[in-house]
């Protein structure tokens, strides 16, 4: 046995483990976060993506000890404590990008690390960065219509960086620290 650490949807977890478990059964049965799904078992089909360290990573690839010390998000961890969805959740319900819902959870996982990456992405760039889960009810299209929706919602909640704490608009220079700031 081994003695792993993680921190799962933010909360930790010790625990003695079998060296040979991988990821997603230890999630599933030892932690209950069941909303992690066994695919194919062979990193073919992405059904099982999580996110460690804020990475995409298809756990049945990832044995539970090689995530002792890391934070691991899964599907569960990603809406808000107050129940709101997160955009790409909220995003695939209204795109009807869920279909028979099995591929769900790690294509919004895998979705929601290519928008970290890249926030706004065309469709090729939804599409390839998808590439590694499977969806077996041809669903595609709405996927990559909520992925590109989702990403739209986020850009607008996240404000784009100021380029420079003494820009001006002219006219309307600062006269306190405050207003700078704002």
């Given amino acids: 046995m081994s003695r792993i650490s993680m921190t799962v949807d933010g909360?930790?977890?010790?625990?003695?483990?079998?060296p040979r478990t991988l990821l997603v059964h230890h999630l599933?049965?030892?932690?209950g976060k069941v909303g992690t799904v066994?695919?194919?078992d062979t990193t073919n089909c992405g059904a099982c993506t999580v996110l460690m360290d804020g990475q995409g990573v298809k756990s049945c690839t990832v044995l539970a000890p090689q995530a002792d010390g890391h934070t691991v998000d899964t599907i569960e961890g990603l809406?808000?404590?107050?129940?709101?969805?997160?955009?790409?959740?909220?995003?695939f319900h209204e795109r009807h990008a869920l279909q028979c819902g099995y591929c769900t959870?790690?294509?919004i996982m895998a979705a929601v690390d290519l928008l970290a990456e890249n926030p706004d992405p065309?469709?090729?760039e939804v599409r390839e960065g998808l590439e590694g889960n499977l969806c077996r009810c041809t669903g595609y299209q709405n996927i990559v219509?909520?992925?590109?929706?989702a990403a739209a919602v986020m850009r607008a909640e996240v404000p784009a960086p100021r380029e420079s704490a003494s820009e001006t608009v002219e006219?309307?220079?600062p006269t306190s620290t405050e207003e700078v700031a704002r």
């Avoid at 599933?28 to 932690?31: S, T």
């Avoid at 219509?145 to 929706?149: G, K």
């Fill in 38 to 40: 066994v695919g194919c």
């Fill in 28 to 31: 599933r049965e030892r932690l």
């Fill in 105 to 107: 959870p790690g294509m």
């Fill in 11 to 18: 909360v930790r977890y010790d625990d003695d483990v079998d």
């Fill in 171 to 173: 006219g309307t220079a």
């Fill in 145 to 149: 219509r909520a992925v590109r929706d």
């Fill in 79 to 91: 809406a808000g404590q107050d129940g709101k969805l997160h955009p790409v959740q909220q995003a």
């Fill in 122 to 124: 065309t469709e090729d």
